[in-house]
């Protein structure tokens, strides 16, 4: 009975709000929603933030940040969770501590650093304290280009270079990880996301590139549709690939909403669909 009941799953997003609706704990709970999951948020920083940037930021206090997650912990069963921005390295010090204390389930990390409209989201000398504190509590990783670049530290070119430089990040202690392949636009016909697996079998994943500036929360978008698919129980090769259909058919189907950087439809992606890239 008491099994039962607080079964349905429910996801958890760390991040930092989005008063745009397009990115952050707004995109995840979006993707979470269509994906048909539970939604909770755990809000580290609140942006006044629009399609055209970010205008202002607050971090939330400490204390604030272990409320959140100790009223989480109290009465929700967490079968799945991720991290969006978290600000600087004392905020990813304090998230850290708190995936430590309680389980939430796998952890799928968006190292979110810089925003499409160029703000800072993390500070350069929290980079190495993901690399120290969070990584290490990974299921998954999912960093962009740039991101990979920062975490490995040197230039990414080819793609042997992404397949070199995702060995490099799993060995700091992350199980899976993905290089995302939104900035690397080499190629204007697709846009392919590289997939190392803790059995140290990958793979590339494809879509067509859309050629459109409407692409502000396709790393959030990502990254808590994985975390959705993985509250369900589903593993990680069909849970990867449901988040690139899924973030392909926001894109693909875009809605007019802004002036800049434009918002994904989270609702694109069809019930009856199943994964097909
Ligand atoms: N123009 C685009 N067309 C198709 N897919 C895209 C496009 N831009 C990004 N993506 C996809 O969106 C997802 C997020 O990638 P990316 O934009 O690199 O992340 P981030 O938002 O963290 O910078 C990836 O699956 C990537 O391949
Ligand atoms: C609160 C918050 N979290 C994440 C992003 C990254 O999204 P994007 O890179 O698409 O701007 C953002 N802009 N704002």
């Known amino acids: 009975m008491t099994e039962q009941i607080n079964s349905f799953p429910q996801v958890l997003t760390l991040a930092g709000t989005d008063s745009g609706g397009g990115a952050g704990i707004m995109a995840d709970l979006k993707t979470m929603q269509a994906r048909h999951v539970f939604g909770t948020a755990v809000v580290v920083a609140v942006t006044a933030q629009n399609t055209l940037g970010v205008q202002d930021s607050l971090m939330i206090p400490q204390e604030m940040i272990d409320a959140q997650c100790a009223s989480l912990a109290d009465d929700f069963n967490i079968k799945a969770c991720k991290t969006g921005m978290l600000g600087d390295a004392k905020h990813v010090h304090y998230i850290a501590k708190n995936l430590q204390k309680y389980d939430f389930g796998p952890l799928v990390v968006d190292p979110v650093m810089v925003a499409k409209g160029g703000a800072t989201l ?66 204007k016909q697709e846009s392919a996301d590289y997939f190392l697996f803790a059995d140290q079998t990958d793979l590339w994943l494809s879509a067509p590139r859309i050629n459109t500036n409407r692409t502000h929360g396709t790393g959030d978008t990502l990254s808590s549709c994985l975390a959705a698919e993985l509250a369900k129980g589903i593993d990680m090769k069909q849970a990867v690939r449901t988040a690139k259909a899924y973030v392909q058919a926001a894109i693909e189907n875009t809605i007019q909403v802004g002036h800049g950087h434009g918002p994904l439809n989270h609702w694109a992606y069809g019930e009856e669909e199943n994964a097909k890239i």
């Open 122 to 187: 993390l500070t350069d000398d929290a980079i190495q304290t993901v690399i120290d504190e969070l990584l290490p509590l990974a299921t998954v990783v999912t960093p962009n280009l740039v991101e990979a670049k920062r975490i490995v530290g040197h230039e990414i070119k080819t793609a042997d270079e992404v397949k070199a430089a995702a060995k490099e990040i799993q060995q700091l202690g992350v199980k899976n990880v993905i290089i995302k392949g939104g900035h690397m636009t080499a190629s």
